[in-house]
């Protein structure tokens, strides 16, 4: 059973409130779940790097998570041009390869995900990407993992036809507002947003919806340019 205040930061970090999930972690709370919590705040608000890459730095490194947080900590160095390092890539594809071969059917999933973002964003290379999308959403579906289906949907969506396209984007867009996750439901929007005509009058209440959501959790790569 879950302690109150696991369950509280937990319930606090699907709303985006970041800060306020490690806040309520006490001394002796699971390392990986504060390093998990601090990881996605780093991602979504680009900002906290230090943070996060302290409370990775505190795991046991041969474990299958700290692997899966190094390399998204790497990855995301990439994604967002934030200080990246000479080895970032050589890091990232290493620590998906070591969580998914150490880790349970979970992290195999997620990190067969995210090796495939990896592929998708970093390398372009679609051909690579694809089979590990398809591997991570066969393990997403039979363990209906709804949460995780809507991440690996969300990124085969570009590589499809447009109405099959809008129909995942959609898809993502409500399993991740179903399951309360507020920062990953502000993305939804925005991503399905940009995929409709610019005449469609649900892209501009998507706009409108996602906008004040975005600022308010500072989701950084949602915001405007300074």
Do not use: C
């Not at 059973?1 to 937990?10: E, F, G, H």
């Not at 070591?98 to 067969?112: L, N, P």
């Not at 990896?118 to 991570?136: C, Q």
């Not at 997403?140 to 129909?167: C, M, N, Q, V, W």
């Amino acid at each position: 059973m879950l302690s109150d205040d696991t369950y509280v930061a937990r319930r606090l970090h699907m709303l985006g409130e970041w800060d306020a999930a490690l806040a309520t972690l006490g001394p002796d709370a699971e390392p990986e779940l504060r390093a998990e919590i601090a990881v996605d705040g780093w991602f979504f608000r680009i900002e906290g790097h230090d943070e996060a890459e302290k409370a990775v730095a505190a795991l046991d490194p041969a474990s299958p998570t700290a692997h899966l947080l190094t390399a998204r900590l790497a990855y995301s160095r990439l994604l967002f041009r934030r200080d990246p390092r000479a080895d970032d890539r050589a890091v990232a594809e290493a620590g998906y390869r070591a969580a998914a071969e150490g880790g349970d059917e979970k992290t195999r999933g997620w990190a067969e995900y995210h090796w495939a973002v990896l592929l998708d964003n970093i390398d372009e290379d679609a051909a690579g990407a694809l089979p590990r999308y398809e591997t991570a959403l066969e393990i997403a579906t039979k363990s209906d993992d709804g949460y995780f289906e809507s991440y690996i949907i969300r990124h085969l969506a570009p590589h499809k036809e447009p109405a099959e396209r809008i129909a995942m984007l959609r898809r993502s867009l409500h399993l991740r507002a179903a399951l309360g996750a507020r920062p990953q439901t502000v993305a939804a929007q925005a991503i399905l947003a940009d995929n409709l005509p610019e005449d469609d009058p649900e892209r501009a209440e998507l706009i409108r919806t996602f906008r004040p959501g975005a600022e308010e959790l500072r989701i950084g790569w949602l915001l405007p340019a300074n």
